[in-house]
């Protein structure tokens, strides 16, 4: 438990990692060992949220050919 802190321990970061991650929205954390900073991590910046567009079929044909049109469903099922 981090308690509004943003250091932690190696054995804190080990087995309490949900709440370093709540830690890690609000700034960076410091991680300690044995009384020494070892590491700082630092939250990414989350990516912009973009209009999802379908994957395009001509692309995956070029990728897997004409591999797959062959192939049944019912090919499989006994």
Do not use: N
């Amino acid at each position: 438990m981090l308690y509004m802190t943003t250091t932690v321990t190696v054995r804190q970061l080990r087995h309490d990692l949900k709440s370093v991650e709540k830690a890690l929205i609000k700034g960076p954390v410091k991680v300690t060992k044995r009384g020494k900073v070892i590491w700082t991590i630092r939250a990414e910046k989350k990516p912009a949220k973009g209009k999802w567009t379908p994957p395009d079929p001509e692309r995956a044909r070029k990728i897997i050919g004409d591999r797959l049109e062959g192939l049944d469903v019912r090919d499989f099922i006994r």
